[in-house]
């Protein structure tokens, strides 16, 4: 063990034989001994005479029956070289961990069963703004207020009852940067010897970038990047919790559909930033209207909802609309300039009207447009007729689009004359429908159809090339000439193939331009205006002309009369039919315009003789109405005598 023999060793002190460290820790033992009787467990490195070191631990035991301060002392001493060196091990891996636990960004901690603290990490201490001196040793009691020390303690014993990971979301202030973060904190118990808990560790991680991110990916999920509103997906979600949430309580749920009205039209001549802004500030008014419980959500385009949960009374959901329709009241400011929308609401009930969160947003959308079919700039409670005009509608598109091969459509004419003498001069094409069970279909059920389906593309070509056909055949032996007006609609005449499907009818039936008028709408002045402009020229260098139907009910805006080549202004049947003065003032007041721009009038809807004399005496051009002749299919309308007279 001491690397000597015996004859080395006799006679020698402790200080002769080992070096003075080791042999200062041989003393202790045996004072220790000499003292108490016994010293256990000192251990003692004692290099060997080939360079090894080795460790003995030893055992000191006073002689027995020696008195105090007595000369012998028996030594147990074993060899712990193995054990030192695997101590050595652990040790080393320990401070490697320590070192790694001190780098990490985690806050790492431990502790035992009472709470007190065993270890941290520096980012430990830098959260909490204390050395590890001041935390190791101490609970949670003494290092944080009382509130804040029962939380954490009652995290901790969970985490222990639970026997495995208990994770926790907490917002705190860190020490050092002052900045509120969120920490994601992980405890775990800590299992000894014989499976028995003999701790805490806890892990906590600073989350508030990856919290950001949740949040940010949430609101792109079910919040509308424009407006900022809750989007389709979390609207449905709200409804149909609030419908769970009212079953007991005997109120009912509303929802509200609103649209803007005529926001294209803003859209396509202001520009779609103008549009947008226009769609956050009607956002805002909507928020303003309604209650705080309330969800405004916009689903699509200019399309928004509104959930009303907790409605006792039906009235509380009219004067909603009413206060939101009134915020349209004032003028938006797009682009410096001040422009005046309304829009339309349409109003469903849960439970009375359905308990299907789909068929309830359906029924509200089918009670807005009909807000809009009754004049726009008001709102319309649900109705079960509304689902039977629905159904109506959707058997009317789908007859409609078997029309055609059916055989079922026919071009009317109406004759159109000069008041002077009653010759006819000229016809207006008009589209009639005869079903094979409905009969007679009214033009005003089926027309709006074919423009919102877009089969009205199908259809206007084939009117387009009856109508020229038509016109061919009555100019053929005619020295007068017979001019057949076919109405165009605003979706006809801004598909980029409609001088091309001109070119082809004409060609195709032999007609010749001159013998075709295209009606249009004022409407279709405002809309596309520079495209507008273009296509009607080439219209007019092509030989048609062009006639603004139902002049004096849209826009009216004379420098369109100027600016865009017309021919013809047909006047508003209401007009004509009207004994209001003021009516009678502005036929004239047309008359004299028309006659300044060098175009011709046509009045529509003339019914009686007094009509006729009235625009005669006031020097109008031409008439049709039934007066002189209801609208006849071809075949009767060709046997018509040349001058009518009622």
Same mark, same amino acid.
């Given at each position: 063990?001491?690397?000597?023999?015996?004859?080395?060793?006799?006679?020698?002190?402790?200080?002769?034989?080992?070096?003075?460290?080791?042999?200062?820790?041989?003393?202790?033992?045996?004072?220790?001994?000499?003292?108490?009787?016994?010293s256990?467990?000192?251990?003692?490195?004692?290099?060997?005479?080939?360079?090894?070191?080795?460790?003995?631990?030893?055992?000191?035991?006073?002689?027995?029956?020696s008195?105090?301060?007595?000369?012998?002392f028996?030594?147990?001493?074993?060899?712990?070289?193995?054990?030192k060196?695997?101590?050595?091990?652990?040790?080393?891996?320990?401070?490697?961990?320590?070192?790694v636990?001190?780098?990490?960004?985690?806050?790492?901690?431990?502790?035992d069963?009472? &709470?007190?603290?065993?270890?941290?990490n520096?980012?430990?201490?830098?959260?909490?703004?204390?050395?590890?001196?001041?935390?190791?040793?101490?609970?949670?009691?003494d290092?944080?207020?009382?509130?804040?020390?029962?939380?954490?303690?009652?995290?901790?014993?969970?985490a222990?009852?639970?026997?495995?990971?208990?994770?926790?979301?907490?917002?705190?202030?860190?020490?050092?940067? &002052?900045?509120?973060?969120?920490?994601?904190t992980?405890?775990?118990?800590?299992? !000894?010897?014989?499976?028995?808990?003999?701790?805490?560790?806890?892990?906590?991680?600073?989350i508030?970038?990856?919290?950001?991110?949740?949040?940010?990916?949430?609101?792109?999920?079910?919040?509308?990047?424009?407006?900022?509103?809750?989007?389709?997906?979390?609207?449905?979600?709200?409804?149909?919790?609030?419908?769970?949430?009212?079953?007991?309580?005997?109120?009912?749920?509303g929802?509200?559909?609103?649209?803007?009205?005529?926001?294209?039209?803003v859209?396509?001549?202001?520009?779609?930033p103008?549009?947008?802004?226009?769609?956050c500030?009607?956002?805002?008014?909507?928020?303003?209207?309604?209650?705080s419980?309330?969800?405004?959500?916009?689903?699509?385009?200019?399309?928004?909802?509104?959930?009303?949960?907790?409605?006792?009374?039906?009235?509380?959901?009219?004067?909603?609309?009413?206060?939101?329709?009134k915020?349209?009241?004032?003028?938006?400011?797009?682009?410096?300039?001040?422009?005046?929308?309304?829009c339309? $609401?349409?109003?469903?009930?849960?439970?009375d009207?359905?308990?299907?969160?789909n068929?309830?947003v359906?029924y509200a959308?089918?009670?807005?447009?009909l807000?809009?079919? +009754?004049?726009?700039?008001?709102?319309?409670?649900?109705?079960?007729?509304?689902?039977?005009?629905?159904?109506?509608?959707?058997?009317l598109?789908?007859?409609?689009?078997?029309?055609?091969?059916?055989?079922?459509?026919?071009?009317?004419?109406?004759?159109?004359? +000069?008041?002077?003498?009653?010759?006819i001069? !000229?016809?207006?094409?008009? +589209?009639?429908?005869?079903h094979?069970?409905? &009969?007679?279909?009214?033009?005003?059920?089926?027309?709006?159809?074919?423009e919102?389906?877009?089969?009205?593309?199908? +259809?206007?070509?084939?009117?387009?090339?009856?109508?020229?056909?038509?016109?061919?055949?009555?100019?053929?032996?005619s020295?007068?000439?017979?001019?057949?007006? $076919?109405?165009?609609?605003?979706?006809?005449?801004?598909?980029?193939?409609?001088?091309?499907?001109v070119?082809?009818?004409?060609?195709?039936?032999?007609?010749?331009?001159?013998?075709i008028?295209?009606?249009?709408?004022?409407?279709?002045l405002?809309?596309?205006?520079?495209?507008?402009l273009?296509?009607?020229?080439?219209?007019?260098?092509?030989g048609?002309?062009?006639?603004?139907?139902?002049?004096?009910?849209?826009?009216?805006?004379?420098?369109?009369?100027?600016?865009?080549?017309?021919?013809?202004?047909?006047?508003?049947?209401?007009?004509?039919s009207?004994?209001?003065?003021?009516?009678?003032?502005?036929?004239?007041?047309?008359?004299?315009?028309?006659?300044?721009? !060098?175009?011709?009038?046509?009045?529509?809807?003339?019914?009686?003789?007094?009509?006729?004399?009235?625009?005669?005496?006031?020097?109008?051009?031409?008439?049709?109405g039934?007066?002189y002749?209801?609208?006849?299919?071809?075949?009767?309308?060709v046997?018509?005598?040349?001058f009518?007279?009622?």
């Amino acid at each position: 063990m001491l690397a000597a023999t015996k004859q080395q060793l006799l006679g020698k002190t402790v200080n002769d034989v080992l070096p003075p460290e080791d042999a200062a820790a041989a003393l202790r033992a045996v004072r220790e001994a000499d003292e108490k009787g016994v010293s256990d467990c000192h251990i003692i490195r004692i290099v060997q005479q080939d360079g090894e070191p080795r460790w003995f631990e030893h055992h000191v035991a006073k002689k027995a029956g020696s008195e105090t301060s007595a000369p012998t002392f028996l030594v147990l001493s074993r060899d712990v070289t193995e054990r030192k060196l695997g101590e050595h091990i652990l040790d080393e891996a320990r401070t490697r961990l320590l070192t790694v636990l001190q780098t990490i960004p985690d806050m790492v901690w431990m502790k035992d069963m009472e &709470g007190a603290y065993l270890l941290c990490n520096h980012a430990f201490e830098r959260l909490i703004g204390r050395p590890a001196s001041e935390i190791v040793g101490k609970t949670d009691f003494d290092l944080f207020d009382a509130d804040v020390a029962r939380l954490l303690r009652e995290r901790e014993l969970a985490a222990i009852r639970a026997g495995g990971v208990v994770i926790n979301e907490k917002w705190v202030t860190h020490h050092d940067s &002052g900045q509120r973060i969120l920490l994601e904190t992980r405890k775990v118990p800590i299992i !000894g010897a014989g499976g028995k808990t003999t701790g805490v560790l806890g892990v906590a991680r600073d989350i508030t970038e990856l919290n950001a991110s949740r949040e940010k990916i949430h609101r792109m999920a079910f919040y509308d990047s424009l407006t900022d509103l809750p989007n389709r997906e979390l609207f449905y979600e709200r409804l149909r919790q609030a419908m769970a949430g009212v079953e007991a309580h005997h109120q009912v749920v509303g929802v509200m559909m609103m649209d803007i009205d005529h926001f294209k039209a803003v859209n396509d001549t202001m520009g779609h930033p103008v549009g947008d802004e226009l769609l956050c500030q009607a956002a805002r008014r909507f928020q303003a209207s309604v209650r705080s419980a309330d969800t405004v959500a916009r689903l699509s385009g200019d399309e928004f909802a509104i959930l009303l949960p907790d409605i006792r009374k039906t009235n509380e959901l009219a004067d909603i609309a009413t206060r939101m329709l009134k915020t349209f009241d004032e003028p938006f400011v797009l682009d410096g300039r001040e422009v005046f929308v309304s829009c339309s $609401i349409g109003i469903a009930l849960y439970p009375d009207h359905s308990t299907d969160a789909n068929d309830l947003v359906k029924y509200a959308d089918s009670a807005m447009y009909l807000a809009k079919r +009754l004049g726009r700039g008001g709102f319309q409670f649900y109705s079960r007729q509304l689902t039977a005009d629905a159904q109506h509608r959707l058997m009317l598109e789908s007859e409609l689009r078997r029309a055609i091969e059916r055989c079922e459509l026919e071009v009317y004419y109406q004759p159109k004359v +000069l008041v002077e003498n009653g010759m006819i001069v !000229g016809s207006e094409a008009l +589209l009639r429908w005869h079903h094979g069970k409905m &009969g007679m279909v009214p033009p005003v059920q089926f027309i709006p159809i074919a423009e919102d389906t877009g089969l009205i593309a199908d +259809l206007g070509r084939w009117v387009f090339r009856e109508a020229c056909r038509t016109a061919a055949e009555l100019n053929a032996d005619s020295p007068a000439s017979h001019k057949v007006a $076919i109405n165009v609609s605003s979706r006809q005449f801004q598909r980029s193939d409609l001088l091309e499907m001109v070119t082809e009818s004409l060609n195709e039936t032999g007609c010749r331009p001159e013998w075709i008028e295209i009606e249009i709408t004022e409407s279709l002045l405002l809309d596309q205006q520079y495209e507008t402009l273009a296509t009607l020229c080439a219209l007019r260098t092509k030989g048609i002309s062009i006639a603004i139907d139902d002049f004096g009910t849209g826009y009216s805006a004379l420098n369109y009369l100027a600016r865009f080549p017309i021919d013809t202004l047909k006047i508003d049947r209401s007009f004509i039919s009207s004994d209001d003065k003021r009516s009678a003032e502005l036929v004239k007041a047309i008359l004299s315009i028309a006659r300044c721009l !060098g175009q011709g009038v046509v009045a529509e809807g003339v019914e009686t003789a007094e009509q006729a004399a009235f625009l005669r005496a006031n020097g109008c051009d031409a008439a049709q109405g039934f007066f002189y002749s209801k609208p006849l299919p071809k075949a009767e309308f060709v046997k018509l005598p040349q001058f009518l007279s009622a």
